[in-house]
């Protein structure tokens, strides 16, 4: 059982920043894929972004591309999404998954291809 526990949101103004963390527990996290969802209210659970593979292979959403990064510290069990530039639109609730199984480039942008789930953190950027 991996357990996920995500920081970091809050309330920030258009074009404003904030970095979200997401500290997973066990032993060998740095095998894990990992990735950052949201889904705002009424509509599906996206991905954001996804690290995966011993290079650190990542891919984004095009909405988010250039603006935000997803990064990891293995030493501290922990990913990170940086988010610049943060539009309105950004407005969701985040969700930070890791799967213990290697994912290719489709299954890292799929909930399905995650086991298990943070609790999710709200991102609110007013106008």
């Known amino acids: 059982q991996v357990q996920l526990v995500e920081s970091g949101g809050g309330l920030v103004q258009a074009g404003g920043s904030l970095r979200l963390s997401c500290t997973a527990s066990?032993?060998?996290?740095?095998?894990?894929?990992m990735g950052w969802f949201r889904q705002a209210p009424g509509e599906e659970r996206e991905v954001v972004a996804a690290?995966?593979?011993?290079?650190?292979?990542?891919n984004y959403v095009d909405s988010v591309e250039g603006r935000f990064t997803i990064s990891r510290d293995n030493a501290k069990n922990t990913v990170y999404l940086q988010m610049n530039s943060l539009k309105p639109e950004d407005t969701a609730v985040y969700y930070c998954?890791?799967?213990?199984?290697?994912?290719?480039?489709?299954?890292?942008?799929?909930?399905?291809?995650?086991?298990?789930w943070g609790q999710g953190t709200q991102v609110t950027v007013s106008p």
């Open positions: 998954a890791a799967s213990r199984t290697l994912l290719g480039s489709s299954s890292s942008r799929q909930p399905g291809g995650y086991a298990y």
């Open positions: 066990g032993r060998t996290f740095s095998n894990y894929a």
């Open positions: 690290i995966r593979g011993s290079r650190g292979t990542t």
